[in-house]
């Protein structure tokens, strides 16, 4: 028997997509050790007036300069660069929890199916049962001579006919398990049977509350984040504005003088402010489009949880007229039907056709109860919050 708990804890500690996050952390702590280097220095080399002619032949006149060099970085940049890994490292963990998510909203959604297939194969049997039973009755009546020998055999179909249903609702079952299965990297599910109930719904929250929880769903603490990466870029783009300075010192020997010298020198480029702004003019406008996206997000998932919502509702009004009013009068219309038919009072098609009605309603029963908690699910998923309490 497998619980939904286990089924919940077994995809996210299994499933192959969770596990790449932890690779691309590791990507980002060597790229934030990268970041966080200081310029390298540069060993120089200069060799001048060799193999020259006149006065400058031979080496009589040879000058080498050996120089150490190196950037000296301004403005901040190295701290900047490190800066934007970090909120990249945070980015990828809002990720991971929507991926997470969405793998909880999935297994719960197969965990139903399988609860709902389970449902069905009872129904399949209970409609075997019957048929059986109609079967006898019928068997009796025509061995009375009360009954044509025609409602035998179509009896004798009716019963065939169910027991072909419930072989098709034991295969869904066995497809849907396997699916389930799935969802851990399982490529043969290991239990039977799911625990919980399908007709246990959990309790109606209102639309405004749910609506508030969805504003705290990752998918837009997602792009709260991504604002944060996007003003480490601008300000990574800010810091090109300052300069850096390029600085060498070295020593210089002076072969036709037999002297050595001490030599220096720095560079720096000119005109860094204008050359970069165009860097942070492209890093604004995407900063200021995360704000535009999450308004959208925002009426998107507005609109899915409005359609979750209004079908749960309506899932559930469905399943309490077939619990408190239709199939209790098709039940009691079944017993009514069935007596009179053991008394002549009815005929073969009206024992059948109450019993269909009856199965059909039951296995709407158990499509509405489905459809109910799989809305809920849908629920959970865009609030991030439990509120299914059924299939604990």
Do not use: C
């Not at 899915?304 to 309506?314: I, M, T, V």
Request: net charge neutral.
């Amino acid at each position: 028997m497998l619980s939904l708990s286990e089924a919940v804890q077994q995809t996210l500690t299994q499933h192959p997509s969770l596990q790449v996050f932890p690779i691309r952390q590791q990507q980002l702590a060597a790229q934030k050790q990268t970041a966080n280097l200081k310029p390298a220095y540069v060993l120089g080399v200069e060799v001048e007036n060799v193999a020259g002619t006149g006065q400058l032949s031979g080496v009589k006149s040879l000058e080498t300069s050996v120089s150490l060099s190196s950037v000296l970085e301004l403005g901040g940049k190295r701290l900047s660069r490190v800066e934007l890994v970090e909120q990249n490292s945070d980015l990828i963990n809002v990720e991971r929890k929507i991926q997470a998510l969405d793998l909880l909203g999935s297994v719960t959604r197969r965990y139903i199916d399988v609860l709902n297939s389970q449902e069905r194969v009872l129904l399949a049997r209970e409609g075997v049962s019957l048929a059986e039973a109609t079967l006898a009755e019928v068997n009796k009546r025509v061995n009375a001579a009360i009954a044509p020998s025609a409602d035998k055999g179509r009896a004798e179909a009716a019963l065939e006919e169910v027991l072909l249903t419930l072989m098709a609702e034991q295969r869904q079952l066995k497809t849907q398990q396997m699916a389930l299965a799935n969802m851990w990297g399982s490529y043969q599910p290991s239990f039977e049977r799911v625990s919980g109930s399908l007709y246990t719904i959990g309790e109606a929250i209102p639309f405004d509350v749910l609506f508030n929880r969805v504003q705290q769903n990752p998918q837009i603490e997602l792009f709260a984040t991504e604002s944060r990466v996007r003003d480490a870029q601008v300000r990574l783009a800010r810091t090109q504005q300052t300069a850096d300075l390029t600085w060498s010192v070295g020593i210089r020997r002076n072969e036709g003088l037999n002297d050595t010298a001490l030599i220096a020198g720095f560079s720096m480029p000119l005109f860094s402010q204008q050359r970069a702004q165009g860097e942070i003019e492209a890093a604004l406008a995407a900063r200021n489009e995360v704000s535009y996206r999450r308004q959208d997000a925002l009426l998107q998932l507005h609109s899915q949880l409005y359609r979750a919502y209004s079908g749960r509702e309506q899932a559930v009004l469905s399943t309490q007229k077939l619990q408190e009013a239709i199939i209790p009068k098709l039940t009691q219309s079944l017993e009514q039907i069935q007596n009179g038919y053991q008394r002549g009072l009815y005929s073969y098609l009206d024992f059948l056709t109450v019993r269909k009605d009856l199965l059909s309603a039951k296995r709407s029963l158990i499509e509405a109860s489905a459809a109910a908690l799989q809305f809920e699910a849908e629920i959970e998923q865009l609030t991030a919050e439990p509120l299914i309490a059924a299939a604990q």
